[in-house]
């Protein structure tokens, strides 16, 4: 049996390896801000004949947009973010494209953001995960409540969670500079998926936990941790390979406009399985050594 408990340290630092880059580049670098938060348009452009990537860029800078950022969708079209433009810029722009490219252009989606909408969505979000944590608090600890010091059964879990979102944060921050990948209102979707789906795997390990102390199958508190949560482990495993494999699929086959946030349920739903198993169970027995409280019993 693999003594996972009893390598939590080895499990922590691994954690902070993988936490550390991610925060460095929020720090220096932020996000690279989708239209959602950050205000600006976001249109679908179709062509009448095959244009190539880079004479649209080289056209956009031309018209004075050498900001946009331009994405090819699977079907031929691109679909390009820019600053806020009026009606009047955008049928200028349009005329631009035009003559430019020498063929006919249309407009298939177009949607502005206001600043002030942007900041009430960040807002909106920050209060989403905020309150969704504090549920996922209460909702651990009123089902642990039999147990001693229920709450820290939620905290442990929610403190699981937070190092699962703030990892998928810090990957979004890479991406974001790296290859321009945005942080939108389909990325707070996702993360919240992410944490719906990774709190369903502690749950899972944590009430294995509390059948064997109740079972009495060891004295020691990190041992019943350890035996609960290999015995939880291929479950956690399998259950997450099925939702792995459809969101590979989707992210090659299903189209640029669902790339990113495929991209972040992958990266949460990897992130989730190391969590639930590698994280919140040491955590319960580091937070159990540590306050030294009564001894865990049914």
């Not at 080895?10 to 996000?31: C, H, K, R």
């Not at 820019?82 to 298939?108: C, F, H, P």
């Not at 190092?163 to 707070?188: A, E, K, P």
Request: with cysteine.
């Amino acid at each position: 049996m693999i003594d996972i408990v009893g390598n939590r340290k080895w499990f922590f630092l691994i954690s902070i390896f993988l936490l550390v880059p991610g925060i460095i580049s929020m720090l220096a670098f932020g996000f690279n801000l989708g239209i959602d938060f950050s205000s600006g348009t976001v249109m679908t452009l179709r062509f009448s004949q095959p244009v190539d990537q880079a004479a649209l860029r080289q056209q956009m800078s031309q018209s004075g947009y050498s900001d946009a950022t331009i994405q090819k969708t699977s079907d031929g079209d691109f679909l390009v973010r820019t600053r806020d433009i009026n009606s009047e810029q955008k049928i200028a722009l349009i005329d631009g494209l035009k003559k430019g490219l020498n063929m006919d252009v249309t407009i298939r989606d177009f949607a502005t953001v206001s600043p002030l909408v942007a900041s009430e969505v960040a807002r909106n979000a920050a209060i989403a995960v905020l309150v969704a944590s504090i549920f996922m608090i209460l909702y651990i600890a009123f089902a642990f409540r039999h147990m001693p010091n229920p709450f820290r059964w939620g905290f442990s879990a929610v403190i699981a969670l937070l190092h699962d979102v703030l990892i998928v944060m810090g990957v979004f921050s890479i991406l974001g500079w790296l290859i321009g990948y945005q942080v939108d209102s389909m990325f707070i979707v996702a993360m919240l998926t992410i944490v719906g789906f990774a709190i369903n795997n502690t749950c899972v390990v944590y009430d294995r936990i509390r059948e064997n102390v109740r079972k009495g199958i060891s004295k020691d508190f990190a041992t019943t941790v350890n035996s609960s949560i290999m015995e939880t482990i291929a479950r956690c495993i399998n259950t997450s390979l099925t939702v792995i494999l459809t969101c590979l699929a989707l992210y090659l086959f299903g189209g640029v406009t669902i790339q990113q946030f495929i991209m972040a349920l992958l990266v949460g739903v990897l992130v989730g399985i190391y969590d639930s198993i590698f994280v919140a169970g040491p955590l319960l027995v580091l937070w159990d050594r540590g306050l030294k409280a009564e001894p865990v019993t049914a």
